[in-house]
């Protein structure tokens, strides 16, 4: 059973740190994260002009916290249900 947490934590670690480099390569060497706070951020204000724009309230604030919820629970139950095995 000790074998199974050791690789499952390794992969997380590598998983994690992976995906992190790939992203810092990426907003690095392309203008993407300027694309993004262009479209998305208002400079001269310094707001979200569409922070409490209803689709945001929606769809980001309230579906993908539930999204979010529900991933990490059914992550839980399947490490629960592999250690109960």
Not at 55 to 77: D, K, M, S, T
């Amino acid at each position: 059973m000790a074998r199974f947490w050791q690789r499952f934590y390794t992969w997380q670690v590598l998983a994690l740190a992976g995906s992190g480099v790939l992203l810092a390569l990426l907003f690095h060497y392309s203008p993407l994260d300027l694309w993004l706070t262009d479209r998305w951020y208002d400079a001269a204000s310094g707001t979200w002009p569409y922070r409490h724009a209803r689709w945001a309230e929606q769809w980001i604030h309230h579906h993908l916290r539930l999204l979010l919820l529900a991933v990490a629970l059914v992550c839980g139950w399947l490490c629960w249900r592999h250690r109960a095995a």
